[in-house]
Each structure stands twice: as C-alpha cells, then as structure tokens.
C-alpha cells in the first residue's frame, strides 16, 4: 500500500532538520520499498509573512490530496496550523509518547510511559466571550461520544502495552463535564484491563514521585496538554518528544518542541524528535495497510536512534558534541 504525505519543514529550526532527515527518509523508502511520497508546502510563520495566511490555499490543496501530515516545529502562528487541522480534519486522538534514551540523565531511571489526550473538545473548543468590560467566560464542553471515543484509543495502545489505564480527570470539582469523561472511561475500560482513576492535581505531584506507577494515561485536552509536556521532561527533555495527531482519516505527525529561534541556523538542533515522530507516522501506516515493511522501518528507525544515544553521537543539548548534520549522518549509517 503506498501513501502520500504533505511535508511541512516548519520555521526556526525546522526547516534545518526536515533538510536534513530527507536523507533518513530516502535511505528508509530504499532499505524497506516503502511506497511513500512526500510533497513540501508552506505553513507556519513563513507562510503568513510571504502569503499573508500561515496556512495557504496552495497547501491546503496538498493535504487535502494527502493521506498524511509531517511537519515540523511552526513558530507564534502554530494554532493557526496546528489547531486549524485538528479539527478540520478531526484528528480527535493526541498521542505522546514519554520514553527515556540511553544516556540522557533521568531521575527516575528509565521511564516510558504514553499520555492519550481528547484533542477535539475542553476548554481548547475555543468558545470564550467577555459578558463584561471586566470579565471573561470562557466554555468547557465534554461530549459522551468524544469521550469515549479517546477511552477506546487508550485502550487499544494499552492493550498492546502493560495494559493498564489510569483516566485523569477532576470530577471532584467539576462534578458534571469531568464527571461525564470519568463515566466514558469507566465504561470502556473497567474489567478489560487494569484501571484507576486520578484526580488530575494528584497525578501532576505522582508523575514526579514515582512515574513508574503510571503506563497509559487517558485525559481530557487541557490536562492532557499539561502533564503530557511535564512527563516528556521526566523522561529526560521536552526537546526529544514526538507526537501524532490521530482521526479516522487523516493524521498528522510533529516534534513536540517549539521552533527554536535562537538557535536556528546554527547547525546544532536536535532532530531526535521529529524523526521519532517519523516513527509513529510508519507504525500507523502499518496498522492501516498491514504491511510489514511500515513497522519494520519503524523499529529500524527507533534503534538506530537509540544506537546514536548510546554511542553519544548525539547534539550539544544531549550532551553530545555533533552538529545536526553529523547526528543525522550517525543516525543514517545505523540504519545499515
């Protein structure tokens, strides 16, 4: 099964690192007959200042023509990219892995554990309006269906995991809306693996005490947004952390991190994370085609960075002394 993708370099760094990892990108497609296409457009800051739209007709064609999104970091007009596509296209499940590599110094020791975030409702629906000069209202909206459609996703990762589930919410407090997302998960979850439910406060001060309680998280948006940041960081640095944003159609995939102006064009950014958001991208493909050669290059592409960690062929920000295009250069010769 063959795929095509809307390439987004990005701004800040991103450009530097989607130049440099075509190279991962071609050497995959030709080690594994992986039947993928790329296309690059223009979003982000870039976009906005040459086109006067971060997000331009042009490009939109693209991906509408596309089965998926990589991108990497956009600047100060990522909502009007990111978000924008969420929910055009309905991209409801936000997955973020939080997984330690080798010699990045942890206080926890090796931690790996994955935060599934609602991405379509909350507080993030965006319906705030001032009722006053002096005061502002702003709309949190949880659906039955949402909310258990995001259980399901949890379940089906965790599944493949250590199944089991902790649901995240604050029904304590807001005993109706977080009381309507505990109920979902509840539903969902209870009697098909181990479950509990945290309060998200507490969760927050867990994650710090002892993140090895923790193995699939399931929450709503803005918490899920909070604490899935914090777990990157445990797991040794926000920097180093993928995400995909996952609907029944289309997917988009990116690096957690932002753009990184002061050090763009500096040679010295990590690519870790986007191409680790690359992997996510091949283990979706796999689940939808069944083909083999998308989580076999997934793996292939996950070890060989690991391979570059444990060897310290990584950048300054790891520890490392290697410039972008020689921790690539590392990253491509691993893949064999």
């Keep these: 099964m063959s795929f095509r993708v ?13 130049l440099n990892a075509k190279r991962i990108l071609a050497r995959l497609n030709q080690l594994f007959d992986l039947k993928i296409e790329y296309a690059e457009i223009e ?3 870039g976009a906005f200042r040459k086109y006067g739209d971060p997000l331009p007709k042009e490009s939109l064609e693209v991906i509408e023509a596309s089965d998926f999104i990589l991108k990497g970091p956009v600047g100060e007009s990522a909502a009007d990219v990111v978000v924008r596509l969420r929910q055009m296209y309905d991209m409801y499940a936000n997955i973020r892995p939080a997984r330690s590599l080798p010699n990045v110094p942890t206080k926890f020791g090796f931690v790996d554990i994955l935060i599934v975030r609602e991405n379509t409702e909350d507080l993030y629906k965006g319906f ?7 005061t502002a209202v702003g709309l949190k909206v949880i659906t039955y269906n949402a909310s258990k459609r995001i259980a399901e996703v949890a379940l089906r990762y965790a599944l493949m995991r250590r199944k089991k589930v902790t649901c995240v919410h604050k029904a304590n407090v807001m005993r109706i809306t977080d009381g309507l997302f505990a109920k979902a998960c509840r539903d969902v979850l209870k009697g098909k693996v181990e479950y509990n439910e945290m309060y998200v406060d507490a969760a927050a001060a867990n994650l710090v005490r002892d993140p090895s309680m923790f193995d699939v998280i399931v929450t709503e948006n803005v918490y899920g ?3 899935s940041d914090e777990a990157s960081q445990i797991a040794g640095s926000l920097g180093l952390a993928p995400s995909a944003n996952i609907g029944d159609g289309k997917c988009l995939f990116e690096p957690v991190h932002g753009a990184a102006f002061d050090i763009a064009g500096k040679n010295i950014a990590n690519p870790t994370a986007f191409l680790l958001s690359v992997a996510m991208m091949y283990d979706v493909m796999y689940e939808r085609s069944k083909d083999v050669r998308y989580k076999n290059a997934a793996e292939a592409l996950r070890k060989a960075i690991d391979k570059a960690y444990e060897t310290e062929k990584v950048t300054p920000d790891v520890g490392g002394i290697l410039k972008t295009t020689e921790m690539i250069e590392a990253i491509y010769n691993y893949l064999g």
Excluded at 128 to 134: C, G, N, Q
């Design 128 to 134: 705030e309006h001032m009722v006053s000069s002096d």
């Design 43 to 45: 979003a982000g800051d």
């Design 6 to 18: 809307a390439l987004i370099p990005g701004d800040g760094i991103g450009p530097e690192i989607v």
């Design 225 to 227: 947004d909070i604490l």
